[in-house]
């Protein structure tokens, strides 16, 4: 596989990292700790003072934003042949990063399992292909509904949907995640995975969910977070990560926007979307503000310096990756401190009870 940036950056790091390390310990010829200092040090400001700039050049655009304009983004892009469908949307990344796609359907899924077992009826909001709506219907044998602002991706939900005989109590509607139209309490569970984030207002679409909710019922959410590692091993970047899970004022802005890539202020697509990261502590109080008790906070999709080297290593076959990368995440998902520092935050919460 050829080298990508990103993993010339980790190497790099890693470097100047072991040297460090060494002459700390062994050698004591202090040299290599100074470079390797004043290199981490060169590459924190760099990355601080790249958020700041790309925020404040993002924020005309940010506020601006409409949902005529956050509709008609999502439908650019599902109209091309390589994003029509979530599997040629995954075979546009590298090899690494489509494994995490996948994750991404898995681990709602797994909490779908364990919270929405015993639900009567569950949304999918901001359902996008339908894929976990397809997969309450299918595996937990329960009503589900499915809403997405993108009506393309629906055709293709619907379509999916016809094509499975477990699929009969299953419905996809176009809406505003913001203004479901559905009664009050007309759900027992709630699931948005990855569709926060595309919210102008994030904490309607959390009011809408208490709303939607019976009483007692479930919200499970996942949703980019602002803490994850970017596989930096820059010692500054990652000690700011960890404090910043004690107080998230430590971390720099971030843009706020995504098209088909990352937001990049020297050369900026000609059309964006929302696309918030959330804190630890911002999804928080946004959640206990709203009328919700946490019962499950984590993260997943570590985004560690070993993972890049694997994919290189195993030339970007995807069955080894997932050998591999799977069982290390799931470790570092139990530890402590660590396990919030994925690239998506894991939140389960109950609505309370007025």
Not at 63 to 82: C, F, G, H, P, Q
Not at 126 to 131: E, K, N, S, V, W
Not at 172 to 194: Q, R, Y
Not at 207 to 218: P, Y
Request: net charge positive; charged share 25%.
């Amino acid at each position: 596989m050829k080298l990508s940036r990103r993993l010339r950056k980790i190497m790099i790091e890693m470097a100047f990292l072991v040297g460090m390390i060494l002459d700390l310990v062994w050698w004591h010829v202090w040299y290599l700790t100074v470079l390797s200092s004043l290199y981490f040090i060169y590459d924190y400001i760099s990355y601080r003072r790249e958020a700041i700039l790309s925020f404040r050049a993002s924020r005309p655009v940010r506020e601006a934003m409409t949902l005529r304009d956050v509709k008609e983004i999502e439908n650019r892009y599902t109209s091309l042949e390589a994003f029509s469908v979530p599997e040629k949307r995954a075979m546009t990344r590298p090899p690494l990063d489509r494994y995490f796609y996948y994750v991404r359907y898995q681990r709602a899924q797994m909490l779908l399992d364990k919270y929405a077992s015993g639900a009567k009826r569950v949304l999918d909001l901001g359902c996008g292909f339908g894929l976990n709506t397809l997969y309450v219907c299918q595996n937990l044998e329960t009503a589900a509904t499915g809403v997405d602002l993108d009506h393309l991706k629906l055709i293709e939900a619907s379509r999916r949907a016809a094509d499975s005989p477990l699929c009969k109590e299953v419905a996809f509607v176009t809406g505003d995640a913001c203004h479901p139209p559905f009664k009050a309490s007309s759900f027992d569970c709630i699931l948005m995975a990855e569709a926060l984030e595309h919210l102008i207002r994030p904490e309607k679409g959390i009011a809408a969910c208490k709303d939607l909710l019976c009483d007692g019922g479930t919200l499970i959410l996942t949703t980019p977070s602002h803490h994850n590692l970017n596989y930096s091993s820059n010692p500054l970047i990652v000690l700011e990560k960890l404090l910043s899970l004690v107080w998230d004022g430590l971390l720099p802005p971030y843009h706020n926007l995504h098209a088909q890539s990352e937001y990049n202020r020297k050369n900026p697509e000609s059309r964006y979307g929302i696309h918030y990261h959330f804190s630890y502590q911002n999804l928080s109080t946004l959640l206990h503000s709203s009328g919700f008790k946490s019962i499950l906070k984590g993260s997943f999709e570590m985004e560690i310096p070993l993972f890049p080297i694997i994919e290189l290593l195993f030339r970007g076959e995807l069955d080894r990756i997932r050998k591999f990368v799977g069982p290390i995440e799931l470790v570092l998902a139990r530890l402590p401190l660590v396990k919030y520092l994925g690239q998506h935050l894991i939140w389960v919460a109950q609505k309370i009870v007025d």
